[in-house]
């Protein structure tokens, strides 16, 4: 009866093994792919340059479409998603500590500069005070609005503080006592008119039609900024995460890059 016990768990743990083989395998040669990304420029450049490219490599790929900085990540860590493209290395990063989520990045990307737009000023030298300022509710994007109105000289962050985490409460100097309406990045292009200014993340801006020649100001985007594929870490080296990233790197992308999204802060591979 021990005898047949064993062998039952032997082969228990052998077709377990083999399953979990034929899985592994499986996932490394898939040729179907399901990308999410934001509303805009995150989406046009998948569309127009790299979803192109992985289907000249055989792949079918599925794009999905969000209007918010929450679901892309949820979706690629529960697995509805092979990999997103959407935010800056800064928001993963704090992202995927915050939820505790086991993503990365693979690859930067291009992205549409965060901007300060205006129906009621024509610059940021005219912020009179008690101006306000509506800016993105996320602490990274928060943080760098509130750096580009630093370069600016409209505020001054405290010395020491950490630009990258900065909020309203580490300002050491708000001379004009402008007033900040933090919003979810989506929902800021509606803002315009309302407010004297909307600081404004590039891709939510082009996708309500705003051209990033209407900034009143646009940041000189950090590399630290630039946008990221990201995917979860298990999928890090697989065959097909490797072919999205050899895409991004391709003289093919780059090409529908200066064609089609001129201004936009790049990667050093693709200047």
């Known amino acids: 009866m021990i005898s047949?016990?064993?062998?039952l768990l032997t082969a228990l743990v052998a077709a377990t093994l083999g399953a979990a083989a034929i899985g592994a395998h499986a996932q490394a040669d898939k040729k179907n792919l399901t990308i999410?990304?934001?509303a805009g420029s995150n989406m046009d450049q998948l569309k127009q340059g790299i979803v192109p490219i992985l289907q000249k490599q055989g792949y079918t790929v599925k794009l999905v479409e969000f209007n918010?900085?929450?679901?892309?990540?949820?979706?690629?860590?529960?697995?509805?998603?092979?990999?997103?493209?959407f935010q800056?290395?800064?928001y993963l990063q704090k992202f995927a500590a915050d939820q505790k989520l086991d993503i990365v990045e693979i690859v930067q990307g291009p992205i549409a500069p965060l901007g300060v737009y205006s129906k009621n000023r024509k610059s940021l030298a005219e912020a009179k005070e008690g101006?306000?300022?509506?800016?993105?509710?996320?602490?990274s994007n928060l943080a760098r609005a509130l750096v580009l109105l630093?370069?600016?000289?409209?505020?001054?962050l405290k010395p020491g503080i950490d630009a990258l985490r900065a909020s309203e409460k580490d300002l050491a100097e708000n001379p004009r006592k402008l007033k900040f309406i933090p919003l979810e990045a989506a929902q800021l292009p509606r803002s315009i008119g309302d407010t004297e200014?909307?600081?404004?993340n590039g891709n939510f801006a082009i996708s309500s039609g705003l051209k990033l020649s209407e900034a009143v100001a646009l940041e000189k985007t950090p590399d630290h900024y630039?946008?990221?594929?990201?995917?979860?870490?298990a999928d890090k080296d697989a065959p097909w995460a490797k072919a999205i990233v050899d895409a991004y790197r391709s003289p093919e992308f780059k090409a529908t890059v200066d064609k089609n999204f001129a201004g936009y802060a790049k990667p050093a591979f693709l200047q």
């Open 197 to 200: 200014y909307a600081i404004i």
């Open 36 to 38: 999410g990304a934001t």
């Open 131 to 139: 101006d306000r300022v509506t800016l993105p509710n996320d602490p």
């Open 226 to 233: 630039l946008n990221v594929v990201a995917v979860k870490r």
């Open 4 to 7: 047949i016990q064993r062998r």
């Open 88 to 90: 800056h290395r800064v």
């Open 150 to 156: 630093q370069q600016n000289q409209l505020v001054t």
């Open 68 to 85: 918010d900085y929450v679901q892309p990540n949820q979706a690629l860590a529960q697995g509805s998603l092979d990999a997103n493209f």
